[in-house]
């Protein structure tokens, strides 16, 4: 299954000129202080710079270009949910109602794909209006709004939108579960597992500073309900202080002296259970450590009871470096990773998908081919293939060939001035062969000139690896399946317009865990 969406806008969706995020006024807020008092916040709107209109051949406006003048920027969209063969070759395609569940275009963590633990459904997280609040296409700034159980008078943006778990069985019934867990930004990924599901996401989209956050309501009810959540399907969503967050992992866990703005250290993205335990990964913003975590204890997947209490713990030999470059000796311009997706392959082998930094460089000549791509993309975004020895995860080598990763690529009708590259990977799912190997598939990430890469046409890929590898497969060149092996080949490419999001084996009507 693959999870897309497309861009249905049109110039009127945004007027030049007009007030962004909608609604938004200017000017400094009130929010009470727990001791007494109020703290004074400073809200901020923008200016729209460009109308609604998706870049094309035939003239220059790019509704993206109002990312530049408003953070908050997006255009929901509607969900499809493609289902293709191993191949590739397209099957069928369900189409979520747009007055159920939305999605927002150019946010490009969002729309993971994660079938459950008992094979019978796949998850994904989307928007779904609040009192007041249609859901439907073309709506702005959707992805950063207020749950409307964790109102924060602080966002400039003033729409009421819940982050709802769309799950569906073999049959395609949708089953739709509101949340209100990650006010003022997105959630990312949802996996079903013992009748819950298991979340990760970001929120806080506010103005409230790093003290306000631990010192008025509304900043404790942001910190306590982002990273790692519990939702219960089909009950009413939860409001503070029965929204459940599984955990808290600060950077002074792993000796770090000076602690993170409140909850931002918990701004997770990709998701998988894996033998009853909990993973999760953190690949951008610029607080805390983009590595892979274990949230809970080994085999014990965190409960309602317990979910206060679960630690949060990097792997062991995961990166520690802060999301600023800085090292645990205090020194700083280190590299730091972007992973993104994650596959057990089993318990010794974890396949990483890294997205790339999402840097774009003047270009250059690099073996034969024009390339935009830096030098910490190019040497480690990819499929990355760690192996757990002794106790200690180590990465054995990156999966690349045939990713082309900063090769500009053409779109059939998508301006040539801001053709994308492939940056990375983003989701990744994959399966076990009978002769030894296994064949990943994932979703590409990208590197361009448009004013918000995630809204770029990408690629879903696949590419198989010998599963007892530990050095990068090279083979013979004479075009066998030996010369496959290691070699990214694209099954699909998004049209302009068009973006590709998660990726997972289809549900089926009895449990299968076999590709899991």
Known sequence: ??????????????????????????????????????????????????????????????????????????????????????????????DIPTDVLVTSFSSKSELALNRSTDGKSITFVSYHGGPGFITAPNQLDVSNSNTPGVVDPSNPVVSNYFRSVGEVDANGRIMVTDGNAYSGNNGRAAIKA??????????????????????????????????????????????????????????????????????????FRGLTIFKNTMYVTKGSGGNGINTVYQVGNVGELPTPSTASSAPITILPGFPTTLASGVAQDGTGGHAVAFPFGTWFANETTLYVCDEGDGTSVATRVINGKNNVADD????????????????????????????????????????????????????????HNHDGTVTLFAVTSTISKNGDQGADPNKLVKVSDRLSATT??????????????????TIRSAKAGEVFRGVAFAPKERGDDDHR
Not at 229 to 247: A, H, K, Q
Not at 381 to 407: A, E, F, M, R
Not at 472 to 488: A, E, K, S, V
């Open 472 to 489: 990068l497969p090279t083979g013979d060149g004479d075009n066998d399946r030996d010369d496959r092996i290691g070699h990214f080949a």
């Open 376 to 431: 910490v993309t190019l040497a480690t975004s990819g499929i990355q293939k760690w192996s757990l020895v002794n106790g200690t995860w180590q990465l054995l080598y990156v999966l690349q060939d045939g990713l082309d990763i900063g090769v500009p690529y053409s779109i059939e009708n998508y301006p040539a001035a801001i053709s994308p590259a492939t940056d990375g990977c983003r989701n990744l799912t994959g399966k």
């Open 1 to 94: 299954m693959l999870s897309r969406s497309v861009y249905e806008g049109t110039a009127e969706t945004v007027t030049i000129g007009q007030t962004l995020p909608p609604g938004c006024v200017a000017g400094n807020v009130n929010i009470p202080l727990i001791k007494g008092g109020n703290a004074s916040v400073a809200v901020t709107c923008a200016t729209a710079v460009d109308n609604g209109e998706y870049p094309n051949l035939l003239d220059n406006h790019n509704v993206w270009n109002n990312n530049g003048a408003d953070g908050s920027f997006g255009v929901t969209s509607p969900i499809f949910l493609d289902n293709l063969t191993t191949d590739g070759h397209w099957l069928d395609t369900l």
């Open 194 to 267: 013992d009748s819950l599901y298991y979340l990760t996401g970001n929120d806080n989209n506010g103005g409230l500073s790093k003290s306000q956050l631990k010192t008025t309501q509304v900043g404790i009810n942001l910190v306590t309900s982002t990273g790692a959540e519990l939702l219960v399907p089909g009950l009413m969503p939860p409001v503070p202080p029965n929204i459940t967050m599984l955990g808290d992992f600060e950077v002074t866990q792993v000796g770090y002296s000076t602690a993170d703005k409140p909850g931002k250290d918990n701004n």
